[in-house]
């Protein structure tokens, strides 16, 4: 990450003459002024809010880094759901899938979103949700006021 209190101990400025620095990136000198180092490779430094994402730079005010992608900040609340950007006030991240929030109650059932108020995850499957007391048997829902499970079946 480039920051400018480098700059202001790297570079003096006095009437006559500017002193420029180097600094060593990997095995490259190079200028902070103009340059940042990410990982080892220089890149040139560009925006307003310079950042590094693995070997590549960005201007963090108009995008960000999901797992070493650059994407372009999205939405209201951008987050990253793996290598992709997403606006986290209408979707949510499933196991590295995008899923629109739904519901009162918006949760992930593997890679599927689904509303918990009404519905449950039973062993990666998405089941009605009972009314008194919800639980699940393998991938089947049930209402355990009234049954059981028994070995991973229905008794």
Not at 48 to 70: E, H, N, Q, V, W
Not at 78 to 93: E, R, S
């Amino acid at each position: 990450m480039w920051k400018s209190s480098l700059l202001a101990l790297c570079c003096l400025v006095t009437r006559t003459t500017t002193v420029m620095c180097q600094s060593t990136c990997g095995t490259s000198q190079y200028n902070p002024t103009f340059s940042m180092c990410c990982s080892g490779v220089v890149q040139p430094t560009s925006g307003l809010r310079p950042f590094c994402c693995g070997t590549k730079a960005y201007d963090a005010k108009y995008y960000m880094c999901c797992s070493g992608t650059i994407q372009p900040l999205s939405g209201f609340q951008p987050f990253c759901c793996g290598t992709k950007g997403y606006d986290a006030k209408y979707y949510m991240c499933c196991s590295g899938n995008i899923q629109p929030l739904s519901g009162f109650q918006p949760s992930c059932c593997g890679t599927n979103g689904y509303d918990a108020k009404f519905y449950m995850c039973c062993s990666g499957v998405i089941q009605p949700r009972s009314e008194l007391l919800p639980s699940c048997c393998g991938t089947i829902g049930y209402d355990a006021t009234f049954r059981k499970c028994c070995n991973g079946q229905l008794c």
